[in-house]
Structure formats: structure tokens, C-alpha cells
Nanobody, 123 residues
Framework: VQLQASGGGLVQPGGSLRLSCAVSGRPISPYDVGWVRQAAGKERELVAVLPWRGDRRWFVESVKGRFTISRSAAKDTVWLTMNSLKPEDTAVYSC?????????????????WGQGTQVTVSS
């Protein structure tokens, strides 16, 4: 599985961005997708999860009600829509995938990673 994140940029507080994760080389088995962010000097953080079946979507508490995660019908693109952005959302955002049956809600279970895209929230 190859993953490529895009759509980052500079946005003012309260603004919105939609990040895209292009998925290619999909294996035959289903895969879960997560969005991960890493702010400067901080640990990598799992932000949102979209399981293969599309149910039980999960968001870290700090983004609940502001971020949504969705997938194209062809299952080759996953979007992270970010609204009401705050300066503390500033980070490099990456998408990740996993193909086994382990929990998609644990960051260390992801085994495919894409390059990140920078999101900066500042006035």
C-alpha cells in the first residue's frame, strides 16, 4: 500500500482545510486508515480513524466535533476535513494504513505510512 497526503497549508484560526490521502497499490485484504499528526517537539498522535467497514469512526478528544473523516466510493482516497481550526492543530499530518486484524485505534499497529503535509494555523 502506498499513501500520499496532500492539502495542507496556512490557514487562519477558525478556518477550514481538507486533507486528502491517496491510496494506491491496495492489497486484496481490507485496510483501515488513520490520520496522524506530529507537532514540533511533540509525540506523534493518532487523530482520526476510518475502519474498512466505515463504522466505528474515531477521533481524538481534542478534534471531536471539528474534524470528519471520509472515503471515496472507490476507496482510493480518504479525506480529513478540518473545521474551526486552532493554533494547536498546527502539525505535520500524515495518513497511515494497516491490513491486519489488530485494533485500528492503536497507533503502533499501523504498518504503512505516507509522507506528511504541513498544516499551520496562524493569524
Amino acid at each position: 500500500v502506498q499513501l500520499q497526503a496532500s492539502g495542507g497549508g496556512l490557514v487562519q484560526p477558525g478556518g477550514s482545510l481538507r486533507l486528502s490521502c491517496a491510496v494506491s497499490g491496495r492489497p486484496i485484504s481490507p485496510y483501515d486508515v488513520g490520520w496522524v499528526r506530529q507537532a514540533a517537539g511533540k509525540e506523534r498522535e493518532l487523530v482520526a480513524v476510518l475502519p474498512w467497514r466505515g463504522d466505528r469512526r474515531w477521533f481524538v478528544e481534542s478534534v471531536k466535533g471539528r474534524f470528519t473523516i471520509s472515503r471515496s466510493a472507490a476507496k482510493d482516497t480518504v479525506w480529513l476535513t478540518m473545521n474551526s481550526l486552532k493554533p494547536e492543530d498546527t502539525a505535520v499530518y500524515s495518513c497511515a494504513a494497516k491490513t491486519d486484524s489488530s485494533s485500528p485505534y492503536t497507533l503502533s499497529n499501523y504498518n504503512y505510512w505516507g509522507q506528511g503535509t504541513q498544516v499551520t494555523v496562524s493569524s
